[in-house]
């Protein structure tokens, strides 16, 4: 039973459940794909293909496995015998059969799909895709994708492979998005310039769309993903355009007369690195400067970004402004105000906290205090700042922290709510967009190369699950000392597997060079926590994850702050920011499950004070691409390392979902223009977005409505960058 149409909403905007097939049940498991309208499901675009269509015969299957290739192999072969069914034991069901074509015949076994034998018989042509063996001098095929072959009825050659979880299968995916692309296909109007397509020789959007899903061959495929690859670059750097961020301004109304900070550094309980003070002076030398600022300040975490950060809004305050201070979750904004609190409340300047929680009456009051008459000058908060009702006047300078977790329209959605002042974005990871961006000198870059005093560096090891008694003594041994430790899990339940290769999809090869699916068990988060607790009953373990009420996280969050917990389970929630220099250790359990910056940052969770600390990724994988990933953050701890790193490890062909497993929300934006090094593209791409934003600022005119659509099409998914 299928909803009905919201009316007055665009097909694209529709949510899923308007198409048949789609109950409660299927809504949900593709809301944690990130899927909910229609739009969604039309781009969602496949992480790998398979090559179904290059079929060979059983002697040229034969002559390459004795060559050593491995395949994955396509053949065409009609059955020779009806498959038999034996239960070796129990859960486990072998069905084989003989096939054969021209040159030769093969033995076929199909793993725990009996239902196989329903299917297949004996006279009847199928094609066979997957990992082909040469075993006692025949083919061997293991589990191959099976289907029916009819020459009147050809089957697709290039078949997509979606980023599945959650029960969906691949076919259904498939078929589902045919349907979407079939009820919004003329709504997929064209968002691009159209001299671009031609100058670029790009396909249109609606071809792209359809070819994306379901190429007619390799080539096809490619034209598509260029013009997707494309499309992410012009809008990626149309909104930066748009956001008057990189359209550097001749000025703004903040220009720095008093560039003394000494009363501030005076204030601080520290002396401030070389490196803080260099990326202090940059930054003032930018707020003084003819043009507003557009800076990044990157430094790897733990570097102390956001004492620069406070120098520059105190230099906008001392100047007669205010200054906004943004960060992606209410535990690192609350943290924020209350250290910035601290440091400003000796200067006299007031601070003021904003967040999805603050209280209406509060609310109000902070609202007050930052209009003209009012006495706030900084106001630190969440994405809740974006809100059309706060208005903040004599806005000088924004600041975003850990930027990376923020999708690029929220930025713009600040930037635009902040026009013409100084912006500043703080991040330990920069992500290969800004890398993009500083090589194209649309943004400036102040790099923190150096750790604050003190600072020993964090030792990282990999281990697997034959280390579990030690890690426990080392969690031990780190709390008898009276640190802490922080463990961290990928999923919350049990039920979260991430990868479910059922039956029909064993022979899951991609054709490009896509991350193969973790089978290992998966540590659920709560499972840990109880495991932990049991085998450390001397120590206090908590317990926190993204699914908790805010108000819960924030209490157990507080109380390890406090000490008051030896041990902290999470899921990714502490990802951010959070500082308790105290913590000494951090685990990660399956750590190939998690994305090489989101490790990076992890890892700066410990290391804060000046005890030795330690970053331990356990993990059993088999997966060369997650080892690479593993020792990537073993090998190096600078921020832009790691960046280049991802890049490079995720190449071009790994579409969107870095771990095959963990999908971050929002943030799928923009990878595959992460993934482009084509200088070319990017100049081109950059160059009809500028051209774009200087004869449409305000994306108004009918041919860029497509356009505007596009780019406010990102902002709802505000609220699902933090998980
Ligand atoms: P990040 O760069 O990861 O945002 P923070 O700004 O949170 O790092 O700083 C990490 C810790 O280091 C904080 O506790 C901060 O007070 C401290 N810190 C920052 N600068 C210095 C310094 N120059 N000397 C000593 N401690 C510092
Ligand atoms: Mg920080």
Not at 231 to 237: D, G, K, N, S
Request: glycine letters at 6%.
């Amino acid at each position: 039973m299928a909803l009905t149409p919201i009316s007055g909403l665009p097909k694209l905007e529709q949510p899923v459940g308007v198409l048949k097939g789609v109950g409660p049940a299927k809504e949900t498991a593709l809301a944690k794909l990130g899927v909910e309208r229609i739009g969604d499901l039309v781009r969602l675009w496949p992480r790998a293909y398979q090559n179904r269509g290059d079929t060979k015969t059983l002697l040229e299957v034969a002559d390459r496995l004795r060559n050593g290739e491995t395949g994955p192999f396509s053949t065409v072969l009609t059955m020779s015998s009806e498959p038999q069914t034996r239960y070796i034991r129990r859960g486990m069901v072998i069905t084989k059969a003989r096939a054969f074509d021209e040159t030769g015949s093969a033995e076929i076994t199909w793993f725990n799909q009996p239902y196989i034998a329903q299917r297949v018989h004996t006279g009847e042509t199928y094609r066979f895709f997957g990992r082909f063996a040469w075993e006692y001098g025949r083919v061997q095929i293991n589990s191959p994708i099976t289907e029916a072959w009819r020459e009147d009825l050809p089957l697709p050659a290039i078949v997509p492979v979606y980023p599945v979880t959650q029960g969906l299968k691949q076919r259904f995916l498939a078929d589902l998005i045919a349907e979407a692309i079939r009820y919004a296909g003329d709504e997929l109007t064209e968002s691009l310039p159209t001299d671009a397509l031609e100058e670029m020789r790009l396909p249109s959007y609606g071809f792209t769309v359809r070819a994306i899903h379901r190429p007619a061959s390799v080539s096809e495929m490619e034209t598509a993903r260029q013009r997707l690859v494309f499309e992410e670059l012009y809008f990626m750097f149309l909104s930066m355009a748009l956001s008057g961020a990189a359209s550097r301004q001749a000025s703004g109304p903040l220009k720095l007369t008093d560039t003394d900070l000494s009363d501030f550094n005076a204030a601080l309980p520290f002396t401030l690195t070389g490196a803080q003070a260099r990326s202090i002076r940059e930054i003032v030398a930018d707020m003084a400067g003819e043009r507003l600022m557009n800076r990044i300040l990157t430094g790897d975490v733990g570097s102390g970004k956001t004492v620069v950060a406070a120098a520059a809004m105190y230099a906008a305050v001392k100047n007669g402004f205010r200054a906004v201070l943004m960060a992606p979750t209410e535990i690192l904004a609350a943290q924020h105000a209350e250290d910035l609190t601290k440091l400003f409340g000796a200067l006299g300047v007031k601070c003021a906290l904003l967040t999805g929680s603050t209280k209406k009456k509060d609310r109000t009051a902070i609202l007050d205090g930052l209009r003209d008459e009012g006495d706030i000058r900084i106001v630190v908060g969440t994405h809740a700042l974006l809100t059309v009702d706060v208005l903040i006047d004599r806005l000088g300078l924004a600041v975003i922290d850990e930027q990376h977790r923020f999708g690029v329209h929220q930025r713009a959605a600040l930037f635009e709510k902040a026009k013409n002042v100084h912006s500043l974005v703080m991040s330990a990871t920069p992500i290969p967009r800004t890398l993009t961006l500083a090589a194209y000198g649309m943004i400036d870059v102040s790099k923190i190369d150096e750790l604050p005093a003190g600072r020993q560096k964090i030792d990282t090891f990999i281990v697997n699950e034959s280390y579990r008694e030690r890690l426990n003594n080392f969690i031990r041994r780190q709390a008898a000392e009276g640190h802490q430790v922080y463990v961290v899990c990928p999923a919350v339940e049990e039920s979260e597997k991430a990868s479910d290769t059922d039956a029909d999809e064993m022979a899951d090869l991609p054709l490009v060079d896509a991350m193969p699916e973790e089978n290992a068990p998966m540590k659920s988060a709560v499972q840990h926590a109880d495991e932990l607790a049991a085998a450390l009953p001397e120590l206090n373990v908590g317990f926190v994850h993204g699914k908790l009420k805010s108000s819960e996280k924030d209490r157990v969050m507080t109380e390890f702050a406090a000490g008051h917990l030896d041990v902290l389970v999470s899921t990714t929630v502490i990802e951010v920011g959070v500082n308790v220099p105290n913590a000494t250790l951090m685990i990660v359990e399956n750590a190939e499950r998690f994305g090489l910056s989101q490790l990076h940052q992890l890892r700066g969770r410990v290391g804060r004070g000046t005890a030795k600390s330690y970053f331990i990724l356990v993990s059993d994988t088999k997966n060369p691409d997650a080892q690479d990933r593993l020792r990537a953050v073993k090998s190096t701890t600078d921020g832009f390392e790691i960046a280049e790193y991802d890049l490079e490890l995720r190449g071009p062909g790994d579409f969107f979902n870095e771990t095959g497993a963990i999908r971050q929300h929002g943030q799928m934006n923009f990878r595959l223009a992460a993934a482009c090094r084509d200088p070319h593209v990017i100049e081109r791409a950059s160059y009809y977005a500028r051209r774009t934003a200087e004869e449409d600022p305000g994306m108004t005119s009918p041919a860029n409505a497509p356009a505007a659509r596009r780019l406010a099409s990102f902002t709802w998914r505000t609220e699902k960058t933090q998980n």
